[in-house]
């Protein structure tokens, strides 16, 4: 009942706004000329982050926000709110980041990065982020919606963070992104730590309307086996009763998304999106996991400090 109210309110709100080039020199050793040329050439261009600046948003967004694991429901209302404090931060070439042309809450995240090259329309950087959110069923029961039946006795899946080398290329109005990661994340059954690869690709289209800035995307990511497992697949000692042994294979995501930014004052905006996501047919082979495709949907306002 309470989904079904959350979701009558932000859908009327979301229709409203639908009606490798690798070169070896240094950060230091480019020039801020290599910058104003990129700007006179392309406003959507990248920035040589050489002076401190820094930025904090307040976000305070209502999040419909299912997962593939079966048994994890949003069943009361604080379920629904994901308040959070984005960080912008940069100086000579280092810099922390949210995306802010993303439903940022749910995809964007904080990436820690340096600048390793900016040339006219296309830059290199060494990130840090989160790629992937964890899971734990005891939690999960007793506070988050879990069901017992389906998800008592799984072990604790830790989020999934990785080191990746970024590469970026500006359109006039878009901008298209390539992180090439080295994934870690928690031990397997057998106290081992487990690490893969995570491919991860989007392109984001600018579309202005009014005063609306409305962002198109699309995605597609690859995961490699051993982080699929990690999440979906079902050890020995998780075995019961409808809920077999199970090793999972690698896998894909695609997805599809807008999302919208529209100014309330000087320091306020209001902001929504909607997110799609499509996995490999084959993730459904998992015992624990019940769909491959779930719509992510958010409502909020952010404050500028």
């Known amino acids: 009942m309470i989904r079904k109210t959350l979701l009558s309110i932000i859908a009327p709100l979301l229709l409203s706004f639908l009606s490798l080039i690798f070169c070896p020199n240094s950060y230091a050793e480019q020039t801020e000329q290599a910058s104003d040329t990129a700007a006179e050439q392309n406003s959507n261009g990248p920035v040589v ?3 401190f600046e820094w930025q904090f948003i307040l976000d305070l967004s209502v999040v419909y926000d299912p997962k593939i694991i079966a048994g994890i429901e949003q069943e009361d209302p604080w379920h629904y709110f994901m308040p959070g404090v984005l960080v912008d931060l940069s100086y000579k070439g280092f810099f922390l980041q949210s995306n802010q042309r993303r439903s940022n809450m749910l995809f964007g995240g904080i990436e820690f990065g340096y600048q390793l090259l900016v040339k006219d329309n296309w830059q290199l950087d060494l990130i840090g982020k989160a790629y992937m959110q964890g899971y734990d069923s005891e939690s ?3 506070y988050g919606g879990g069901d017992e039946d389906l998800i008592e006795g799984l072990r604790e899946r830790d989020g999934t963070a990785g080191i990746a080398l970024r590469y970026s290329y500006y359109f006039p109005d878009a901008l298209f ?7 870690h994340t928690g031990d397997d059954e057998n106290g081992d730590h487990v690490q893969g690869f995570i491919f991860d690709s989007f392109y984001s289209y600018l579309l202005p309307y009014r005063n609306w800035d409305i962002y198109l995307g699309a995605g597609l990511t690859y995961y490699s086996q051993n982080i699929v497992d990690y999440y979906i697949g079902v050890s020995a000692s998780e075995v019961k009763e409808g809920r077999p042994e199970y ?18 004052s000087a320091n306020w905006s209001f902001n929504t999106g909607i997110t799609h996501s499509i996995f490999s047919s084959n993730v459904k082979d998992s015992p624990i996991v019940d769909t491959n495709h779930i719509t992510q949907v958010m ?7």
């Open 247 to 264: 090793t999972a294979d690698d896998g894909f995501r695609t997805q599809l998304e807008i999302y919208a930014q529209h100014p309330i």
């Open 177 to 183: 992104t390539l992180d090439l990661a080295s994934a």
């Open 299 to 305: 409502v909020g306002v952010l404050y500028v400090f």
């Open 49 to 51: 982050k050489d002076e």
């Open 140 to 142: 999960l029961i007793e």
